[in-house]
């Protein structure tokens, strides 16, 4: 889900008591019944935030990628409690990254989900 500071903050304070705009929450869902088992969940990225923090089009896209993997890492059940756990956590990032760049899957990644958020004429 794409979201800004004014939607990702209510859900940071209700679910962690954190009264303040954050980068990325994820949620894991439990699997249905008969259904396989997989990765299954929500991630909300602050696209607003990723702006904010790239500065540039192509540092923004950059970021909202670093996002919706740290919240794939989340859903894939790692934890980021502990400084080893947060630097395991961000080589897979990074690596996931690296990948997506080479095919890229990066270029355009902010604009093209600003422009989905605005109303047509």
């Known amino acids: 889900m ?3 500071d004014a ?3 209510p859900l940071n304070r209700r679910f962690f008591g954190k009264d303040h705009p954050t980068d990325v929450i994820s949620f ?8 396989a088992a ?4 929500e991630i909300f990225v602050n696209v607003e935030r990723a702006r904010l923090v790239g500065r540039r089009p192509d540092a923004s896209s950059r970021e909202l990628a670093l996002y919706i993997a740290h919240g794939f890492n989340h859903l894939s059940g790692a934890t980021d409690h502990t400084a080893r ?6 080589r897979r990032e990074l690596a996931w990254l690296r990948r997506a760049a080479r095919l890229g899957y990066l270029q ?6 600003v422009a989905r958020r605005r109303p047509s004429s």
Request: net charge negative.
């Open 28 to 35: 894991a869902l439990d699997t249905l019944p008969g259904e």
């Open 85 to 90: 756990e947060r630097a395991a956590m961000r």
């Open 7 to 9: 939607g990702i903050t």
């Open 2 to 4: 794409l979201t800004d």
């Open 38 to 41: 997989g990765l299954r969940g």
């Open 108 to 113: 355009g990644l902010v604009s093209a989900c």
